[in-house]
């Protein structure tokens, strides 16, 4: 059983930056595709950002791109996301989550294991 916690979020200024860590135990880190998603009050959960096993290979969903990066540490079994020119709209809880598959998907029902989320607010 794959266990997923989340480092703790925090409050930013607008234009600020943010970095998260998720740190992965119980399973086989280094052969899954990891990922972030993220859900605001009222709003359905959406997708982030994925990185593939070896970490050369990353989507982004278009509302981020430019702005946050994300990366992994096998030797750590960490995933990071890194968040720059942080915007309002960024408000949400973010969620780590794994999947044993390789694709970069973006469909939240498609990882199995999700971390307990981490509040990340942006202020104006």
């Known amino acids: 059983q794959v266990q997923l916690v989340e480092s703790a979020g925090g409050l930013v200024q607008s234009g600020g930056s943010l970095r998260l860590s998720c740190a992965a135990s119980?399973?086989?880190?280094?052969?899954?595709?990891m990922a972030w998603f993220r859900q605001a009050p009222g709003k359905e959960r959406e997708f982030v950002a994925a990185?593939?096993?070896?970490?050369?290979?990353?989507y982004y969903a278009d509302s981020v791109k430019g702005r946050f990066t994300i990366s992994r540490d096998n030797a750590k079994n960490t995933v990071y996301l890194q968040m720059n020119s942080l915007k309002p709209e960024d408000t949400a809880t973010y969620y780590c989550?794994?999947?044993?598959?390789?694709?970069?998907?973006?469909?939240?029902?498609?990882?199995?294991?999700w971390g307990q989320g981490t509040q990340v607010t942006v202020s104006s």
């Open positions: 990185i593939n096993w070896g970490g050369d290979s990353t």
């Open positions: 989550a794994a999947r044993a598959g390789r694709w970069l998907l973006t469909t939240s029902t498609m990882y199995s294991y």
């Open positions: 119980g399973g086989t880190f280094s052969r899954a595709t």
